[in-house]
């Protein structure tokens, strides 16, 4: 009984996300804030560890996917249409930042639906509810922690009036904005098992608010990290496994995924430090942030792009 226990703790790592979680919580509860060094080991560590790598298997999911709709795949054409990606929503972010940012932030809000609520039909209610629990999700995150927020947004959107003052405008009533899509993700969820009732791992949804609920106590960095590493990224590798183990990879183990990853999580890992040195050589007195978190999102979306169109054939 007790290597059963154990062994659905190693198949399900979301447990040590909230075990990682109170363990922070306690610590800062007996000695007060945590170290900058520890906060900041513990982002480094769940994004390096499960938040690039989950999106370093794109090429495997897309060969899989076309493997599935009869169609031949060209690693040199991914890698092509996703750099095409990338340039596009650059230009995009250099000429409106603003409308940019809101594209990111509501795509971000589907996919962490799409990834928090499996399984599941693609009708509307189901679509529209996973979409409202995404931007629940969101606004949860940012909204509990709007004082870390406000400083890091003024200097990506450079201070944008009208997107400034939308922020603000959210802070002021933040209880009610992220409680009020709370209570409409409930009703969605509920009129969706009306009309298309399906089984529902409630455990798993159980683990997601233990997740958030550790991230309240806590800094931003720590938050987002035991939510997008801990949680998003470790529960994509588990679907992106059951997809890829259905036929190409039918003996694939979990650890051989994680290391399927490593080529592209080290290029990724690469750009950011060669980014980093470039900046500390040649404009240390410029604000790097603005195009960190458009280099990080323009690497987001096509990710977006290529797990849309996993889920689509796994639901």
């Known amino acids: 009984m007790q290597t059963d226990r154990f062994?659905?703790?190693?198949?399900?790592?979301?447990?040590?996300?909230?075990?990682?979680g109170v363990v922070l919580v306690g610590w800062q509860a007996a000695a007060g804030a945590l170290p900058g060094l520890v906060q900041w080991l513990v982002f480094a560590g769940l994004l390096a560890g499960a938040g690039i790598p989950h999106g370093a298997l794109d090429h495997l999911i897309d060969r899989e996917t076309a493997t599935r709709q009869g169609k031949p795949f060209s690693l040199g054409y991914f890698l092509a249409r996703y750099v095409f990606t990338i340039a596009l929503f650059a230009l995009v972010w250099l000429i409106i930042p603003a409308f940019s940012l809101v594209v990111f932030l509501l795509c971000s809000a589907w996919h962490f639906g799409e990834t928090d609520i499996e399984c599941v039909p693609p009708t509307l209610?189901?679509?529209?509810?996973?979409?409202?629990?995404?931007?629940?999700?969101?606004?949860f995150l940012l909204l509990t922690h709007a004082g870390e927020v406000t400083p890091v947004l003024e200097r990506i959107v450079q201070n944008h009036t009208?997107?400034?003052?939308?922020w603000y405008g959210a802070v002021r009533g933040s209880w009610s904005v992220w409680l009020g899509l709370g209570l409409f993700t409930c009703f969605l969820f509920g009129a969706a098992m009306l009309f298309n009732p399906v089984p529902i791992n409630w455990p798993r949804l159980a683990r997601l608010v233990a997740v958030l609920g550790v991230g309240y106590w806590l800094s931003l960095p720590l938050a987002f990290a035991l939510y997008f590493g801990g949680w998003h990224s470790l529960s994509s590798f588990e679907t992106i496994y059951g997809y890829l183990k259905k036929t190409h990879y039918n003996t694939l183990t979990n650890r051989q995924l994680w290391l399927?990853?490593?080529p592209f999580t080290s290029l990724s890992l690469a750009s950011l430090t060669l980014f980093a040195w470039w900046w500390w050589q040649y404009t240390p007195r410029w604000d790097p942030l603005p195009l960190l978190f458009i280099f990080l999102s323009l690497i987001t979306l096509p990710h977006l792009s290529v797990m849309h169109g996993m889920n689509s054939r796994t639901d």
Do not use: E, Q
Not at 162 to 166: A, G
């Open 7 to 20: 062994h659905h703790i190693a198949t399900t790592p979301t447990y040590l996300t909230i075990a990682l």
């Open 162 to 166: 009208l997107t400034m003052r939308v």
């Open 125 to 139: 209610t189901w679509t529209l509810t996973r979409f409202v629990a995404g931007g629940f999700v969101l606004s």
């Open 260 to 262: 399927k990853s490593l």
